[in-house]
C-alpha cells in the first residue's frame, strides 16, 4: 500500500520492543517526581495507572487499519456521480512534537468513481488517524490517501481546522488561532470549479 507507514507502529511496537504498563507507570511515576511530586499522597497513587489507561485511548490508532475500514464499500448506486461531502467531523488528536491536544474537525469530501462507502466509514478514519501522536498535515494527508488509495474515486478532499493545545498553553500562548490545511487529490486537485464546490460546502459549515 501506498499509505504512509511512518507513525504506523503499535502501542508496543516503539523500537521493536514490548513495554510493559508496569514499565509505562514507571516512567509516569518518574516524570511525576520529576515535576516535584510526591507519588505516593493519595491523590497521585492511583495517577501512573490511569495515565496508562488514559494514553490507551488517546493512541488507539496504532491498533487499527484505515484501508481495512473503508474497504467495504457499495457499489449499486445507480450511477451517482457526485460529491459525497461528510461535514465537520470533530476529534481530538496529540501533536508528536509535546503531546499536547491538538482540536479541531475535519471535512472529507469524493467524487466516487463507482465504489462508495457508509459515511460512518469515513468519520473512522478520522479517528484512527487522530489517534495516534501527529502533525495536522500528515493527518490531512492520510485521511485523503487512505480514502483515494481504496476507493480510487475521482477525486477525494480533505481539509481540517484545528486548535493546538501546544501553542495555547506553551511556547507563545496563542488562544484563539487555528490551523488550516488541505490535502485535494484527482478532480478536486485538477478542476478549480469542483475545489471550490467544496470548500464553499466547507467555509458554508456553521458547525465551526
Ligand atoms: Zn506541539
Same mark, same amino acid.
Given at each position: 500500500?501506498?499509505?504512509? *507507514?511512518?507513525?504506523h507502529?503499535?502501542?508496543?511496537?516503539?523500537?521493536?520492543?514490548?513495554?510493559?504498563?508496569?514499565?509505562?507507570?514507571?516512567?509516569?511515576?518518574?516524570?511525576?517526581?520529576?515535576?516535584?511530586?510526591?507519588?505516593?499522597?493519595?491523590?497521585?497513587?492511583?495517577?501512573?495507572?490511569?495515565?496508562?489507561?488514559?494514553?490507551?485511548?488517546?493512541?488507539?490508532?496504532?491498533?487499527?487499519?484505515?484501508?481495512?475500514?473503508?474497504?467495504?464499500?457499495?457499489?449499486?448506486?445507480?450511477?451517482?456521480?457526485?460529491?459525497?461531502?461528510?461535514?465537520?467531523?470533530?476529534?481530538?488528536? !496529540?501533536c508528536?512534537? !509535546?503531546?499536547?491536544?491538538?482540536?479541531?474537525?475535519?471535512?472529507?469530501?469524493?467524487?466516487?468513481?463507482?465504489?462508495?462507502?457508509?459515511?460512518?466509514?469515513?468519520?473512522?478514519?478520522?479517528?484512527?488517524?487522530?489517534?495516534?501522536?501527529?502533525? *495536522?498535515?500528515?493527518?490531512?494527508? *492520510?485521511?485523503?490517501?487512505?480514502?483515494?488509495e481504496?476507493?480510487?474515486?475521482?477525486?477525494?478532499?480533505?481539509?481540517?481546522?484545528?486548535?493546538? !493545545?501546544?501553542?495555547?498553553?506553551?511556547?507563545?500562548?496563542?488562544?484563539?488561532?487555528?490551523?488550516?490545511?488541505?490535502?485535494?487529490?484527482?478532480?478536486f486537485?485538477? *478542476?478549480?470549479?469542483?475545489?471550490?464546490?467544496?470548500?464553499?460546502?466547507v467555509?458554508?459549515?456553521?458547525?465551526?
Open positions: 500500500m501506498a499509505l504512509r *507507514q511512518d507513525n507502529v503499535g502501542l508496543a511496537g516503539g523500537g521493536g520492543k514490548a513495554v510493559s504498563d508496569a514499565q509505562a507507570e514507571d516512567a509516569f511515576r518518574t516524570i511525576l517526581k520529576w515535576i516535584g511530586e510526591d507519588t505516593n499522597r493519595d491523590g497521585l497513587k492511583e495517577t501512573p495507572d490511569r495515565l496508562v489507561r488514559a494514553y490507551r485511548e488517546y493512541f488507539c490508532g496504532y491498533e487499527e487499519d484505515a484501508e481495512q475500514v473503508l474497504r467495504k464499500t457499495f457499489t449499486e448506486v445507480d450511477g451517482y456521480d457526485e460529491m459525497i461531502v461528510l461535514r465537520g467531523v470533530t476529534f481530538e488528536s !496529540h508528536e512534537h !509535546h503531546i499536547a491536544p491538538i482540536i479541531g474537525r475535519a471535512w472529507v469530501g469524493y467524487i466516487p468513481d463507482r465504489r462508495v462507502v457508509g459515511i460512518s466509514k469515513l468519520a473512522r478514519v478520522v479517528e484512527i488517524f487522530s489517534k495516534r501522536l501527529q502533525i *495536522q498535515e500528515r493527518l490531512t494527508a *492520510q485521511v485523503a490517501n487512505a480514502v483515494d481504496v476507493l480510487k474515486p475521482r477525486g477525494v478532499a480533505v481539509v481540517v481546522k484545528a486548535a493546538h !493545545h501546544c501553542m495555547i498553553d506553551r511556547g507563545v500562548r496563542k488562544r484563539g488561532a487555528d490551523l488550516v490545511t488541505s490535502r485535494m487529490l484527482g478532480v486537485r485538477d *478542476q478549480p470549479a469542483t475545489r471550490s464546490e467544496f470548500l464553499t460546502l467555509n458554508a459549515d456553521k458547525t465551526e
